[in-house]
Nanobody, 121 residues
Framework: HVVLVESGGGLVQVGGFLRLSCAAS????????MGWFRQAPGKEREFVAY???????YYVETMKGRFTISRNDTENTVYLQMNDLTPEDTAIYYC???????????????WGQGTQVTVSL
């Protein structure tokens, strides 16, 4: 069983940046794919990025270049660096974990509670 706790969300102005963190419990963190999804009000949950257990990174095309996912297996933590934020990035951001993740939410077994990111004009 994996417990995920996100942090780092908040209010930021357009063009600003945030770094989200996700701390994971469990002794086998290094064997899990780790991901980030987001959900804006009135919209479906959407894929943002994930990093495989081996370190391969996957991004939604529209966020590639602005967002960077990374992991620290020693600290059982995954990060999402978000730059050049826009109001369209406003959402709750969720951390996910699975032995074999992917682009669809249904593929992920474990979810955090989410952290709110709000980008203001």
């Amino acid at each position: 069983h994996v417990v995920l706790v996100e942090s780092g969300g908040g209010l930021v102005q357009v063009g600003g940046f945030l770094r989200l963190s996700c701390a994971a419990s469990g002794r086998t963190f290094s064997r899990y794919d780790m991901g980030w999804f987001r959900q804006a009000p009135g919209k479906e949950r959407e894929f943002v990025a994930y990093i495989s257990w081996s370190g391969v990174q996957y991004y939604v095309e529209t966020m590639k270049g602005r967002f960077t996912i990374s992991r620290n297996d020693t600290e059982n933590t995954v990060y999402l660096q978000m730059n050049d934020l826009t109001p369209e990035d406003t959402a709750i951001y969720y951390c996910t974990a699975d032995r074999d993740g992917g682009y669809r939410p249904i593929l992920w077994d474990y979810w955090g509670q989410g952290t709110q990111v709000t980008v203001s004009l």
